[in-house]
């Protein structure tokens, strides 16, 4: 692999842009490989890229029914932020943070991280203790977040309207070191890392069975054909359930539609990431300009990719009150992505009842901003059987009664 | 968008007049029974990419609770039925089966 660099810029420039590299293999499958993972998104392609780095596991295949990247790695509003209650949430989502501080230079793949900070608004009593006990927790987490006034409000983001007619702004938790990263970035620099170790990357390739020999997994069945693993990882989000049923086994969680909207591009007026939760909208302004508008997740089962009408018109209506300016926008695009939701809103990252099958789903609306420290801890436990990062997030908990529950801080809005 | 009959009123409702009440058909274990099935009545619910029951509320508008077939992939409706039963009459069963051969649900096909 080249290395990009501006010395490749300028050297690639005297020559017509001719000497550019695919930045990933595309091969035929092997017949056997010591680790198959499904679902080239960013958990996915994080996991491969952990477990090469960090185990030095590189007979790796990640398969993507589709194409890499083009699930809900493509769909989000690429927010990223750690200020969680529970402390078993605020390690994992802080150590992916953290990741992403230094993620460009690590894959030699410039992610865009942004850290512009993200304000999540305080806008009823209720919500001001919340975000106040979740600020005390974060002090004690070691993750640096503070509970702000309106008026410090109002001076990060001019363009804010502190007193709504329904919902004034009478605080906020902010999170200086949040911000964003681009998402498409995440997923081709993790896959150009792991081409460049060796590893596979099948795209459309669809899994369309799990063969389970003795209780242990011996490979999987798909449109490219059949093909051996001595390990297997699921991180295929909202069809979780549809890929675990293939192993014998079920999961307590639920696939619904998560929806987001871009506005057309307008100039620069708003540097951070703001979340109102409970008004169910969130917005940040992309390096394009555009504003990136994020809603509610749909009430019932869906796999579509596509959520109701009436959500976009409530997220719509909520930014309006909050932010008078954007209520002329157009909207350019609207989107749907299926969010995998478990009952205490926090994910699964587990053995499961098969051997050497495991499994990561369940970031319901929240998956984009653990990528690196899911794939961190997801690739320690497939490798070594134990991490210290997944150990609370086991499939057993709700039977167990050992809930993660993060249904406050993860419930609408990410 | 989603539009259901309510079966008790006849109101064609779209989603907005209607509230979401999850999977249909429940066997509601509690004190007295083991922890697998207590453990599965509260977490594991049917997440099926395809033909799915569920109940639904007519919440803005007569208010009964009552039960809908539906798939999942495409939003397509087979059917709703009344909620005084404990499995899907054979009406709806017959409707689903005229479109999607190969459906089952739990124990239901």
Not at chain 1, 43 to 68: D, M, P, Q, R, S
Not at chain 1, 275 to 282: L, P, R, S
Not at chain 1, 310 to 323: D, G, P
Request: net charge neutral.
């Amino acid at each position: 692999m080249k290395r990009y660099s501006v010395f490749a810029v300028a050297r690639e420039a005297l020559r017509y842009h001719s000497g550019w590299e695919r930045a990933w293999r595309s091969p035929a499958p092997k017949r056997h490989y010591d680790v198959i993972i499904v679902g080239a998104g960013g958990h996915g392609l994080a996991t491969a890229y952990y477990l090469g780095k960090n185990f030095g596991i590189t007979n790796v295949a990640v398969i993507e029914k589709g194409w890499l990247g083009g699930g809900n790695t493509g769909r989000n509003t690429t927010i990223i932020r750690s200020n969680y209650l529970q402390d078993p949430s605020a390690a994992i989502y802080e150590k992916a943070r953290s990741l992403y501080e230094d993620m460009s230079q690590d894959l030699n793949y410039n992610v865009m991280f942004s850290p512009r900070g993200v304000l999540m608004l305080a806008q009823t009593q209720h919500e001001i203790r919340g975000y106040q006990r979740t600020a005390h927790a974060n002090a004690l987490q070691g993750v640096e977040t503070e509970f702000v006034s309106p008026q410090r409000v109002k001076e990060i983001v001019p363009i804010i309207n502190l007193d709504g007619p329904r919902y004034p702004v009478l605080g906020a938790l902010w999170q200086e070191r949040g911000g964003t990263a681009r998402h498409d970035a995440v997923a081709w620099g993790y896959a150009r890392a792991c081409s460049n170790m060796g590893m596979d990357i099948i795209q459309q390739c669809e899994v369309t069975g799990v063969r389970v020999e003795n209780g242990r997994v011996a490979g999987v069945d798909t449109s490219k054909g059949p093909i051996d693993c001595d390990k297997l990882g699921m991180l295929v989000a909202g069809n979780a359930s549809v890929l675990s049923e293939m192993a014998g086994f079920r999961l307590p969680m639920e696939s619904v539609a998560l929806q987001a909207l871009v506005s057309e591009p307008i100039k620069p007026c708003m540097d951070v990431v703001v979340m109102a939760n409970t008004v169910h909208g969130y917005m940040s302004q992309s390096d394009k300009g555009e504003m990136v508008i994020g809603g509610g997740t749909d009430g019932f089962n869906n796999y579509t990719q596509r959520g109701s009408f009436h959500h976009i018109e409530e997220t719509v209506r909520a930014l309006n009150e909050t932010f008078p300016m954007v209520s002329r926008l157009k909207m350019l695009r609207q989107w749907g992505g299926i969010v995998d939701v478990t009952g205490d809103r926090s994910p699964i990252i587990s053995k499961t009842p098969v051997g050497n099958v495991f499994v990561n789903c369940g970031w319901g609306t929240g998956g984009f901003k653990s990528i690196p420290g899911s794939g961190w801890g997801m690739a320690e436990l497939m490798a070594t059987g134990h991490s210290s990062l997944t150990e609370s997030f086991t499939i057993d908990r709700f039977k167990e009664g050992q809930f993660i529950d993060e249904s406050v801080a993860a419930g609408v809005a990410h | 968008m989603l539009i259901l009959e309510c079966p008790y009123c006849g109101v064609k409702a779209e989603e907005t007049e209607l509230h979401a009440g999850g999977e249909a058909h429940l066997k509601r274990f509690g004190p007295g029974s083991s922890d697998d099935d207590f453990h599965d009545y509260l977490f594991m619910r049917e997440n099926p990419k395809g033909v799915h029951f569920e109940r639904w509320r007519h919440i803005n508008g007569c208010g009964k609770w009552f039960h809908a077939a539906r798939c999942t992939m495409t939003l397509e409706v087979f059917g709703t039925y009344s909620a005084q039963t404990y499995e899907p009459p054979q009406d709806i069963r017959d409707a689903i089966s005229a479109k999607r051969p190969d459906w089952s649900w739990r124990e239901f096909k």
